[in-house]
């Protein structure tokens, strides 16, 4: 047997199917998802901004204006083809239908990405790890938050866990598995481009357990999807794209955010930049991390649980490292994390009798603080938009522009508007991280040309939505906004009328 036919694993996996592993996964995935945005605004509410972005740039894409070349997308374009059959609905229905349908199927991608992190546990360690492991993610915090609706952290993990699940499948790995692995490593990867991460560290692995003959297989896989999917747009506008999806990431100014909130995410209640965590948060979060490290220790010299250590560690000194930190960050460790987790209570389970109680006790206190943690976060997400606004919206003989796409997508208003052949603005503050900016890193309240252009983009409309404080307005183009009249309100929001 040659090296490159290794076997990946010390012994074959079990054959045995539990059904009911993945029905009760699935449920709880789904529910944890699903609730939360039923409880708020609904599937058509409003509250993010990223989820509008991608679906905008979606519905620009299907309307013929490529990203980077026509409008700024900070990211590879896998997310704007993903979302893009949705997009095509709304020659037929409302944009906020066509929205509303998104989330729903990123729910659906998030439940199934969740049964398989549940089948690498079954591969890598057996029914107690398929169980503990599927559970853990499905009530993940960062990961149940950006799978609620249209973010990148959803088609990302769910290429991870099917490669993984791909790759560990068999006991020996061969061609075609191996270019396959690649391929949805290189699709994630295209998708957000943290999955070079993954990636690199799935590479090593391979390399070192299977040879450079399946190293090679898979870095064909995912240089060909990765090629396929962004050669397009790199020729349609290699500078832009270099500079919004490569540059204006490294670029990105350091947030003043502790561990904490970059750790939230993975281990305890979702957390944003914005707010100090409280004294609660801070104990869960501490809690949590214990809970990992004794997990991970557990299996240091555990062989099949090598690979997800690997790319916990990787993963979570990507977190710490990052620029910038947002509550959806920490999904980027959740699939192998919650592998752990799952392995460390099969060992439990395995052990000696002798130890299996101090085990038990230790996994008791850990799974308190998940489940804890996922409670803290599981309040309702988004909040309604009045559909008074999108009725006004309509009414309007022109454009409409707004502070955040999101707002066109929900007045029904997008798809219209490109039809038209509206300026349209798919990501209006990202324009800030563009690094040929001369201003690029000013603050946006401070940053005079930037008040400027946002204002001429807003006034060119018929109408206007001014609602997002990120937006940047100074205290003078606040003012300025304020002296339109307004054609309708409620609820806090305000579409006007720009004035000359």
Known sequence: MTRSDTALRPAPPSRRRDPPVAALVATVAAAVRLLPVLAGGGLRGAGGYDDGVYFTAATALVHGRMPYAAFVLLHPPGIALVLAPFAALTRWVPDSVAFALARVAFVALGTLTAVLVARLGSLAGGRAAALTAGLAYAVAPAAAYAERTTMLEGPANLCLAAALVVLLARPVLTARPALAAGALLGLGTGVKIWGVVPLAVVAGWVGARAGPRRLGELLTGAAAALTALCLPFFLAAPDQMTRYVVLAQLGRVRMAVGWTERLAGVVGPALGPAAAPTPAEVALVAGGCAAVALAAWSLRSDRPARLFLALTAAAVLTLLASPTTFRHYGALAAVPVSVVLGLAVQRVRD?????????????????????????????????PFPRVLAAAARRVDGCVTADDPTALVLMDTLARDLARGCRVWVDVSGLTYDPARPTHGTPRRQDRPWQHEVLEYLASGAATLVHRDATGLDAASRETVAGWPVLAQADGYRLRAPGP
């Open 351 to 383: 052990g000696p009798v002798r130890h299996r109680r101090a085990g038990q006790a230790l996994v008791a206190g850990g799974a308190a603080v998940v489940v804890a943690g996922a409670v803290m976060s599981l309040g309702p997400v988004n909040g």
